[in-house]
């Protein structure tokens, strides 16, 4: 059997309507398939041999598997037919033959910028930030648009030493997002020193075939000095499709950065439609919004152990005569791992939960457009972090 090739499919609505060629076996002819073929289905007929179709009404047992076998294939050809006109209407986006778009995975140790790196090339907030360490907890997709280019940022969780079952997973979503990748941009940030962390990355980043971009993040903090003695530790740490020193803070050399990554993606056409920031999901991006309002200002060791899931969110019924969209309830867990961890989220009678609230409820209306009641509720789970139950049930 010869089906259609992706050119014949693609030919027009119908694609199927010019015939497709069907070898039957030999010694069996139409009649043996029960009657006539499927309409647009071309067949070669049966080579003389002198035996007509009620000539031996008894098939022997390979003529009727043979013959089964051909109905079969037949029955597929029709559905086939059925199903061509799936992408009828279908129009793809003009773009330039000299478009470019790829992704680039951005991964470093965990809080050397690379958050803050991806929302200043995206030009919005699309990957939370904090001062603490591990902010990130899965691969969040920023998306770069340019009148010739798509960038697609992949901001990947702080490559590290792992110490909980979330860490192993952490550290698996990193190689995940190194797997099939265009350009990977390796984070080192110009106050801190190259240390172990960074050269077992630069180790690990020597099986990655794709180019490799070393960007020394954090170049507002330092000297001018103290800046080009870090660039040639850099440089001597490996292979670099280029160098480049940014400040994602005051945009310095965002631009150039840009234009460093677009030359090394693949032609290509758009990969995301025109205007998406991101594909992360909205109950993601909420989770995300509270998160990080609770991580400021807390102890050091509570961002490790906060953990935040969205379990809810119902529209109310209409006010009669309202004409603005009515209140959304969003119904938000923060999970914990010791109550002594549950009392510094909720504060002196409630106070600081109540911070939390206010300042997330007012990015999670910019986003969503409407009005929300925002409910929190802090609950311990004990050891969550290395309970293969609760990190599933979280997403991990």
């Not at 199927?16 to 030999?26: F, M, S």
């Amino acid at each position: 059997m010869r089906f259609p090739s992706d050119d014949e499919l693609m030919a027009g609505p119908n694609a199927l309507e010019g015939g497709i060629e069907v070898e039957l076996p030999e010694d069996v002819d139409e009649a043996a398939l029960g009657g006539s073929l499927a309409a647009g289905v071309v067949a070669e007929p049966a080579p003389e041999d002198g035996r007509g179709p009620d000539e031996d009404p008894d098939l022997d047992e390979a003529d009727e598997d043979a013959a089964l076998e051909a109905a079969s294939d037949l029955e597929d050809l029709r559905r086939l037919r059925e199903e061509t006109n799936a992408g009828a209407g279908l129009v793809l986006p003009d773009f330039p033959e000299d478009f470019r778009a790829g992704f680039v995975t951005i991964i470093g140790r965990p809080n050397v910028g690379k958050s803050t790196l991806t929302n200043a090339l995206v030009g919005q907030k699309v990957a939370i930030t904090s001062g603490r360490p591990e902010t990130t907890r899965h691969n969040i997709r920023g998306i770069v648009h340019a009148e010739k280019s798509q960038l697609v940022l992949v901001d990947t969780p702080g490559y590290h030493r792992p110490r909980t079952l979330l860490g192993k997973r952490l550290n698996e979503m990193v190689r995940e997002a190194l797997s099939e990748v265009d350009v990977v941009v390796f984070c080192l940030p110009a106050d801190q020193r190259v240390g172990p962390g960074d050269r077992f990355i630069a180790r690990e980043l020597h099986e990655v075939r794709a180019p490799k971009v070393a960007v020394v993040t954090k170049t507002d903090l330092v000297s001018r000095e103290r800046l080009l003695k870090h660039l040639l530790e850099v440089d001597r740490m490996g292979e670099w499709a280029a160098i480049v020193p940014v400040s994602a803070v005051n945009g310095k050399q965002i631009g150039e950065l840009a234009d460093v990554l677009v030359d090394l993606v693949p032609l290509s056409p758009p990969l995301y439609p025109d205007g998406d920031i991101t594909d992360e999901s909205r109950d993601t991006l909420i989770a995300e919004y509270v998160r990080e309002a609770a991580l400021e200002g807390v102890r050091d060791e509570l961002p490790h152990s906060l953990a935040v899931q969205v379990e809810e969110i119902t529209e109310r019924e209409p006010l009669p005569g309202q004409k603005n969209p009515p209140l959304l309830d969003v119904h938000v867990n923060l999970y914990v791992e010791r109550d002594s961890q549950k009392a510094i989220i909720i504060g002196k009678r409630g106070s600081r939960l109540r911070d939390v609230g206010t300042r997330s409820r007012a990015q999670i209306e910019e986003m969503l457009g409407r009005r929300v009641y925002l409910d929190l509720h802090v609950r311990t789970a004990k050891d969550w972090q290395s309970d293969p139950k609760m990190l599933g049930r979280l997403g991990f």
